[in-house]
């Protein structure tokens, strides 16, 4: 019941009450109009609901932090189509729930709009959020109101839940390209794009003959095109991926601490996969899903894939249990050949070495540095 309602009820009882003690042409006219009043506001929002179309889509799936201390904004955009050219929509309102799985925060909120008559409105829906993850919004309700805000009337309910990712700035990196381009002697089908090897399956380089250069690398056709000798440059064989285990250990003294850290974990993934994105370096990532109770892994090679990477590894929660991860990342590295690998975390745990996950190629990186590298 609104606010219009109430009021309106007042109204009535009080004009019922006038006309029955001071039966007056005025008063009786007045009760009049308060009762043909509401069926015209009635008739008048049933015209304006037979017209009005609502949708909800997410434009933006992506926002990324400006700072880490600062909040974020994650939006979707609620659609009104009002079809009727002569009754604008003054007042709607939209009940919206949001909820971030990965950091805990959750919420509703109410959002009015008005809409001109045969216009279209796309009125955004700002959902502030302090921590990175992935929030889903979903418009649970959409409701209009006549012009004295006596009758509401839904116009759409249950949409889509939309999902938008809270990612954190990037962080400058400093990390070895070259040291984890991953070099195998076996056949593949990736080359380096920085360094020669010696496969002359594939051309890394042409360029003009040296003392030195062996007769077997001349490039014959392009010599006589060019009138001097010419020698190819082979390229350098590439493993398929870098493995990237993710630490989904946070500690800390109380709840912000914990957050403070599942951030600089997220921006420590981010940071990582962008950089080698750019570089051309393919890697999996590897993470306990302690709801399943499986190992999940993602290949990433382009940025739309670590995207959908992070939306899988948002729905799983954060755990205190550090012996539980290295054990199942343990059992399931066991008779895998692992020729590099890297390890992020923001646990610091020092028995990683000592519980044997910690080889000759496994990389561990603290992301709570005020830079990283390693």
């Known amino acids: 019941m609104t606010i219009g309602t109430l009021l309106y009820v007042f109204l009535f009882l009080l004009g019922l009450f006038i006309s029955i ?7 009786v006219a007045i009760m009049g109009m308060l009762i043909i009043m509401p069926m015209v506001m009635l008739a008048l929002l049933i015209l304006q609901r037979l017209r009005i179309t609502v949708s909800v889509d997410s434009k933006n799936p992506v926002t990324e932090k400006e700072a880490m201390e600062k909040p974020a904004r994650a939006s979707i955009t609620l659609s009104v189509e009002n079809g009727n050219r002569i009754l604008p929509v003054t007042k709607g309102i939209a009940q919206v729930r949001y909820e971030n799985l990965f950091s805990g925060e959750k919420g509703k909120m109410k959002v009015r709009f008005s809409v001109d008559s045969g216009r279209k409105r796309d009125r955004r829906i700002p959902v502030v959020m302090q921590n990175c993850g992935n929030v889903a919004i979903k418009v649970e309700k959409v409701r209009i109101y006549d012009y004295l805000n006596i009758f509401a009337w839904t116009v759409g309910k249950n949409f889509e839940t939309q999902n938008v990712l809270v990612l954190p ?72 991926v870098i493995n990237i285990f993710v630490d989904l250990c946070v500690v800390g003294e109380n709840a912000e601490q914990r957050h403070k850290n599942s951030n600089l974990l997220v921006q420590g993934i981010y940071s990582v996969s962008m950089y080698m994105i750019e570089n051309a370096i393919p890697q999996k990532y590897i993470w306990y899903d302690r709801e399943n109770e499986v190992i999940q892994e993602r290949i990433v090679e382009h940025e739309e894939e670590l995207l959908w990477m992070f939306q899988d590894l948002f729905k799983c929660r954060i755990t205190k249990d550090a012996d539980e991860l290295v054990q199942t990342y343990l059992a399931w590295e066991e008779g895998r050949p692992l020729e590099s690998a890297m390890y992020l975390t923001v646990a610091g745990h020092t028995e990683l070495e000592s519980m044997g996950l910690v080889r000759d190629r496994l990389e561990v990186m603290d992301l709570r540095g005020e830079r990283f590298e390693v």
């Open 21 to 27: 003690f001071y039966m007056e042409f005025g008063t």
């Open 169 to 240: 700035p990037l962080r400058e990196m400093y990390l070895d390209r070259d040291g984890w381009y991953n070099e195998t002697e076996e056949d593949s089908d990736r080359f380096s794009l920085y360094k020669k090897g010696d496969d002359p399956s594939e051309i890394f380089n042409v360029r003009e003959f040296a003392d030195g250069d062996k007769i077997q690398t001349i490039h014959w056709k392009l010599s006589g095109k060019t009138g001097s000798l010419m020698v190819k440059e082979g390229s350098l064989p590439l493993t398929k």
